[in-house]
């Protein structure tokens, strides 16, 4: 055999019975305030670690050398936060995490002499922040009667990301009138207005049922995209209005009054 490819089967097979790195965990969600764990996996086989180091967005924020007399090391990074006592040659546990912290998380396993290998893989977190509560609606009235205009806004609690909002009456989707959307910080709030006139069918029964519903939809990488749907509904009072009858009855008085000669 000629002594370059024996020189290349060798590193070859070295390379095969050496450092491997198994899988890399990172939440593809988080919510804003919580934990999140970032796990690294991998299979030394016949070498000797070196290190292990965490990156953010290409910046190292965690660094674990066993044979170092400090064997954690932390650096500044925005939006990290590193839980030294939880964290290991195979975890990271970032604490309190903010919209900062969302990014491309990388680790890098390093192996000593004499092969020095080195293996990395990465993955994205989107941090989320769910609103406090439902939508909330505004501007209804206590009764309402055919012919009326149903006016209403829904406005969503502050998000990221965006909410999208839709309406339902009686459980039929309508569409709004207007949506105006509100960014400050990178939480975003919408507010969705509804400008409707009622038709009898909209009173079966005597009650109107109105339903806003905000959904907070994300989709990345994930075999599970992240859905988050909250509604705000209530019931108000209808009635068919005899006003309308009324009025045609009235014009058409008046115009008989108009063609009969006076007395």
């Keep these: 055999m000629d002594l370059t490819l024996f020189l290349i089967a060798v590193l070859l097979g070295q390379e095969v019975a050496g450092l491997k ?80 912290s969302s990014g491309q998380y990388k680790c890098e396993v390093s192996a000593e002499a004499p092969s020095f290998n080195s293996v990395s893989a990465e993955a994205n977190m989107e941090v989320l922040v769910l609103p406090q509560g439902g939508p909330r609606i ?8 055919t012919g009326d205009v149903l006016g209403l806004n829904c406005t969503s609690g502050k998000s990221h990301p965006r909410a999208t909002l839709k309406w339902f009456i009686n459980g039929e989707q309508v569409k709004p009138d207007t949506e105006m959307v509100f960014e400050e910080h990178g939480l975003y709030s919408v507010i969705s207005s509804l400008r409707l006139q009622l038709e009898p069918d909209h009173i079966a029964g005597d009650k109107i049922n109105v339903r806003c519903e905000a959904t907070m939809e994300l989709n990345s990488n994930s075999d599970e995209p992240f859905v988050e749907t909250r509604n705000t509904e209530f019931f108000v009072e209808g009635h068919a209005s005899n006003a309308a009858p009324s009025v045609c009855l009235t014009v058409a008085s008046a115009l008989l009054l108009r063609l009969l000669p006076p007395v």
Excluded: M
């Design 21 to 100: 790195l198994l899988r890399i965990t990172v939440p593809a969600y988080s919510v804003r305030g919580k934990n999140a764990l970032l796990e690294c996996r991998y299979d030394l086989e016949k070498d000797k670690l070196y290190s292990i180091s965490w990156y953010k967005d290409h910046e190292e924020f965690y660094r674990y050398v066993p044979k170092s007399e400090l064997t954690k090391h932390t650096y500044r990074v925005e939006g990290v936060k590193v839980d030294r006592r939880r964290s290991d040659h195979q975890q990271v546990l970032l604490q309190d995490v903010s919209l900062h």
């Design 138 to 145: 505004t501007g209804e009235e206590k009764v309402y009667a």
